[in-house]
């Protein structure tokens, strides 16, 4: 295995009774990079982020992180692991302040304890991740201020807080620009672009210009299947996802 695959998948299966959701995907993740997943509705975009972050079993087929078999662990162990998921509905808690939110997710990564006289260092641990978090995002003036109160945009920047404040390796990312106007889309592309620089990232997104811009491996699916990985300009020129475009009205290829 190249040194620098963060996650892999072998073989990866998601069958629904007869319906296969994904189908045999082999794919490879690397560090300090933007992998991104695209395909038309229906393809199995999200039931491979399910399965990478541990939510959705596999039917067969196998999930490498750092090289160790992970598909049979339970699913709180892929945060603690390392393994972040940010989610396409919103996920927030909208009366905690974004530092509150912050501090939850950053509760599934160090564990629950019971110990009274481990609380105020846990704590003081959990605010820091927290805070962090928010500053990397850029919401650090909005620490204070709960969750219902912050724009739609700066909700979906919080969503990334909240998986940073994971303290993550491997970002998972489902349609972190969905609903978002062009100066919103704008501002989470730039700090995609930063963050790409210290983390795996795995965005599945139809937004295309923002995966043109933002990936440097790109896999198109379709029907759960694998149809080409390469950089941009490899899955651009393929005319095999020319044609699994055609006639999807709201992406252009
Ligand atoms: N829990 C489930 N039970 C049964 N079928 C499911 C389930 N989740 C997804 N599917 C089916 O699996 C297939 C892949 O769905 P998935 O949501 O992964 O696609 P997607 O590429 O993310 O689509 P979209 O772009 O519309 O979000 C679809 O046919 C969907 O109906």
Known sequence: MSQDIVLQTEGLCKYWGGLKALD?????????????IVGPNGAGKSTLLNMLCGAYKPTSGRILH???AIEDIRGYEFVRRGIGRGFQKTNIYPQATCLENCCVAAQRRTGGSFNIFAMRNRDKLLIEMADEALLRVGLGHRRDTVAAQISYGEQRQLEIAMVLATAPSVLLLDEPMAGMGHEESRLIIELLQTLKTDYCIVLVEH?????????DQLTVMVNGQHLVTGTVEEVRNDVRVKEAYLGQGDEVI
């Not at 045999?24 to 991104?36: Q, T």
């Not at 937004?207 to 990936?215: G, H, N, Q, T």
């Open 207 to 215: 937004d295309m210009d923002a995966v043109f811009e933002l990936s």
């Open 66 to 68: 750092q090289g160790d």
């Open 24 to 36: 045999n995907m082999n794919l490879a993740f690397h560090d300090k990079s933007l992998h991104g």
